[in-house]
C-alpha cells in the first residue's frame, strides 16, 4: 500500500511569493497534519484536518491557511512567504483523531530566497 | 508552553552494542508518546508507541519505557546496527476532543560506529 505522498519534493521561492504545498493520505486515512520543520529541530504542528474540518492550528500566522478535500487529500498555503518559512513541510495521516498513530510523508523542502 | 524535550543531543556507539535513548516531557496530561527515526531526507517513520496506562512496550529490537512518576520516557534498541543511524524524536499527545496533534522533543542523533 502506498504511504503518504507529497508534492512536489523540492521547491524554491522568493520572499513575498505565495506557495501551495500538497498531500495524500494513506488509503483509509481521514485525518491529516501538516508540520513545519526547521532544520536541526523537531517538527512543530500547524493543522490538523479531520472529515474536512480544521481540528487543531498551531501558534503560526495567518499567512499559513490549509484546507481538506473531499477524497481526504490536503493543501497547506503559505503567503507573503518570508527567509524564515524556509522549512521542510511534513505532512502526516491518521485513521481518525482519537490518540491514532501519525505516519509521516517525505516531505516538501521548501527554500525561500 | 510545557514540551517535549531530550537529555542527550548525539549519542555514538558501537555496532552490536545496545542505545538508550532519552525523553522528559513535562505535560502530565499527555496520555499517549511515539518514537520516531527520521533518516536524512526523510519524513519520520513510526517506531514504537506507548500509552499512559502502560509501563513497557516491546517490539522488534526496540522497547519503549515509561515512568509516569518522573515523567521520563526512553527507547531501547538492541544489538544496534549501522541502519540504526538517525535522529530520534520523541513525541507526546493529548487526548482531547478536537484532536491528536503531535508535540515533538528536540530530538537524539545516534551514531553507530562500524
Known amino acids: 500500500d502506498a504511504g503518504v505522498t507529497q508534492s512536489p519534493t523540492h521547491l524554491i521561492k522568493t520572499r513575498g511569493q505565495q506557495v501551495t504545498l500538497r498531500c495524500s493520505p494513506i488509503s483509509g486515512h481521514k485525518s491529516v497534519s501538516w508540520y513545519q520543520q526547521v532544520l536541526g529541530q523537531g517538527p512543530q504542528f500547524i493543522f490538523q484536518y479531520y472529515e474536512k474540518e480544521e481540528r487543531g492550528r498551531g501558534n503560526f500566522p495567518d499567512r499559513f491557511s490549509a484546507r481538506q478535500f473531499p477524497n481526504y487529500s490536503s493543501e497547506l498555503n503559505v503567503n507573503a512567504l518570508l527567509l524564515g518559512d524556509s522549512a521542510l513541510y511534513l505532512c502526516a495521516s491518521s485513521f481518525d483523531v482519537y490518540q491514532e498513530t501519525q505516519y509521516f510523508g517525505p516531505g516538501t523542502r521548501l527554500l525561500v530566497l | 508552553g510545557e514540551s517535549v524535550g531530550l537529555h542527550l543531543p548525539t549519542l555514538s556507539v558501537q555496532e552490536g552494542d545496545n542505545s538508550i535513548i532519552n525523553c522528559a516531557y513535562s505535560?502530565?496530561?499527555?496520555?499517549?508518546f511515539i518514537w520516531y527515526k527520521q533518516e536524512s531526507g526523510k519524513g519520520p517513520q513510526f517506531i514504537i508507541d506507548i500509552r499512559s496506562n502502560m509501563d513497557k512496550r516491546q517490539g522488534q529490537r526496540v522497547t519503549v519505557l515509561l515512568n509516569k512518576t518522573v515523567k521520563h520516557l526512553s527507547l531501547q534498541i538492541a544489538a544496534t546496527q549501522p541502519g540504526d543511524s538517525a535522529v530520534y524524536f520523541c513525541?507526546?499527545?493529548?487526548?482531547?476532543?478536537?484532536?491528536?496533534?503531535?508535540?515533538f522533543g528536540g530530538g537524539t542523533r545516534l551514531m553507530v560506529k562500524p
Open positions: 505535560n502530565s496530561a499527555s496520555d499517549y
Open positions: 513525541a507526546e499527545i493529548q487526548a482531547n476532543n478536537a484532536g491528536n496533534m503531535l508535540t
